[in-house]
């Protein structure tokens, strides 16, 4: 069974109608891209699916359904947003955005889970006491995979981590990303405009245009289809 | 100059600012979490200085009174975001503004209907006893009013700094959105700030009531207009500039009515100044965030 299953997912702004009828899956364990031009609704897609903007048609995540919930239910559920623009909480510390990523969590682990993600990310450790805002904008990318980390999600919706940053900096990042969802088995549904770098770490990739799932297939397939290879890869 | 008098004079000023401070502390507290001034933040404090009156008029001792009143508050400004407030959120802030001087208005009739048009007169807790400093003047109403404003500070810093609920306001007021996506309901922090200003105001207009007058439906008018004063020279943003500007416009008025006779019977002349001098020169207060917008 998959992990999520999406079917006839509809939403949008107001009277702006930006997805008309997705059907994707993503199973346990698997990294998932969502590839698509600018204003093809990949992020209105995770908006939709973490419940910041009203959606109908139907989320089963784990067997429950997850359309009509409010953020806070889903998060709960185990599926973890990581924003547009890493979502940074700039004026507080970076040891508190960390522990607000914990925030449903009231067991005893969630130090050890602290000092985890402080090895993980070495650079966070050195900079706890400073506010988050001062980061650069990689290290924000870490604090932000760390605080939805925080959380011990089991389905993470990463929204383009590429953005802003250095090719070197997204490089390691998408190993950090790759390393992560073997080391945990935490399942990613990944929007990427570096569509190479994010087929490299994905087991399966969608095209979306205008707000329709218009390919599907596995990641090694799409980097081969000329289509794809066209539109998104620039070969 | 005449030290002693002066001393004298410093003193007062910052008994009543600390009072000021306090309630620009309420709107501080409500401006962080909803970006919101609220106008009405004075009309609360004095509906709930009407009720500290009645439970002491019928009997309680004033501290109880005052407690009593306080958790009441509490409760009550939950209850005013969630039914009021949280209606017209998404609205534009004009409409929000103009929502909370409804709510200034209707607050203040609404004291008059329930308690009576005549004025009150309330006990304080503190002792009316002046000490004498080898000629500075100092009253016990004065120190306590400081201490009150230290233990508040010392309070709302454990709760923002120590507790999760404080976690969760501090990022509600950082990132909202952020804030949802970790699974904090936002609207309930919402509630909880306004539950907190309303608690806030409770305590410092009964507090500073039985230090002026007797209790009438105008007497925080002048006050909210300090305090706006204080927040506006600390930075809206900014609980530490609330705390300053309180203070520091407490003092600035005292001063003024001492030594600058012709001013002495307009002083919200010097809140008024204060304002417009901040706005002029530092629009973000003194302690406030500057906002940097990319466009």
């Known amino acids: 069974m998959s992990l999520l299953a999406v079917r006839d997912l509809r939403g949008g702004y107001g009277p702006v109608r930006v997805l008309h009828g997705l059907d994707f899956d993503v199973e346990p364990g698997e990294i998932v891209v969502l590839l698509g031009a600018n204003g093809a609704g990949k992020t209105t ?12 048609g139907s989320v089963r995540f784990d067997g429950t359904e997850l359309v009509g919930r409010r953020p806070e239910a889903v998060v709960r559920r185990g599926v973890a947003h990581v924003p547009q623009g890493r979502g940074t909480l700039a004026e507080l510390s970076v040891e508190d955005n960390l522990l607000v990523g914990a925030y449903l969590r009231s067991d ?3 130090g050890a889970d602290l000092e985890r993600w402080y090895t993980t990310f070495p650079r966070l450790r050195e900079r706890r006491g400073q506010p988050a805002g001062t980061l650069s904008g990689g290290e924000q990318q870490m604090l932000a995979i760390a605080r939805a980390l925080m959380g011990r999600p089991r389905l993470l919706l990463l929204d383009e981590p590429s953005m802003g940053l250095a090719p070197i900096i997204t490089q390691n990042l998408f190993r950090t990303l790759a390393e992560l969802n073997a080391s945990l088995g935490v399942a990613m549904l990944v929007v990427e405009q570096n569509a190479m770098l994010a087929l490299e770490i994905a087991r399966r990739a969608y095209v979306l245009e205008t707000g329709r799932i218009v390919t599907a297939g596995s990641a090694a397939e799409l980097k081969g289809d000329e289509a794809v290879r066209k539109a998104y890869l620039g070969l | 100059m005449n030290v002693s008098l002066f001393f004298t004079q410093l003193a007062n000023g910052i008994g009543a600012g600390a009072i000021y401070a306090s309630l620009a502390l309420a709107l501080v507290l409500i401006f962080r979490t909803t970006g919101l001034l609220n106008f009405a933040q004075g009309e609360m404090a004095l509906f709930s200085t009407y009720v500290t009156w009645w439970l002491w008029d019928q009997g309680a001792p004033i501290l109880v009174a005052i407690l009593v009143s306080v958790a009441l508050s509490f409760a009550g400004g939950a209850v005013i975001e969630r039914v009021v407030i949280r209606p017209v959120e998404a609205a534009s802030p004009l409409i929000v503004v103009i929502v909370t001087l409804g709510m200034f208005l209707a607050l203040n009739a609404l004291t008059q209907v329930v308690f009576g048009t005549d004025a009150k007169q309330l006990a304080s807790v503190f002792p009316r006893r002046v000490f004498d400093l080898g000629g500075v003047r100092l009253s016990a109403q004065t120190l306590g009013l400081v201490g009150v404003l230290v233990v508040e500070c010392v309070l709302l810093w454990i709760v923002f700094q120590r507790t999760k609920v404080g976690l969760a306001l501090r990022a509600v007021a950082s990132n909202p959105t952020s804030a949802r996506l970790v699974g904090i309901s936002v609207g309930r922090m919402l509630m ?7 608690a806030l105001g409770a305590l410092a207009g009964s507090l500073v009531v039985p230090a002026t007058e007797a209790l009438t439906a105008s007497s925080m008018q002048a006050i909210l207009v300090f305090a706006f004063a204080g927040a506006a020279l600390g930075g809206f943003d900014s609980p530490l500039g609330a705390v300053v500007g309180g203070l520091v416009v407490g003092v600035a008025n005292a001063l003024t009515i001492e030594y600058l006779e ?24 003194l302690f406030g965030t500057q906002r940097v917008e990319r466009v």
Do not use: N, Q, Y
Not at chain 1, 45 to 56: C, F
């Open chain 2, 262 to 285: 012709p001013l002495r019977d307009v002083e919200l002349l010097v809140p008024f100044g204060i304002i417009l001098g901040v706005l002029l020169v530092r629009p973000a207060g």
């Open chain 1, 108 to 110: 005893p682990e969630v």
């Open chain 1, 45 to 56: 897609t995770l908006r939709a699916l973490s419940g910041l903007i009203p959606a109908t």
């Open chain 2, 192 to 198: 909880v700030g306004w539950a907190l200003a309303a």
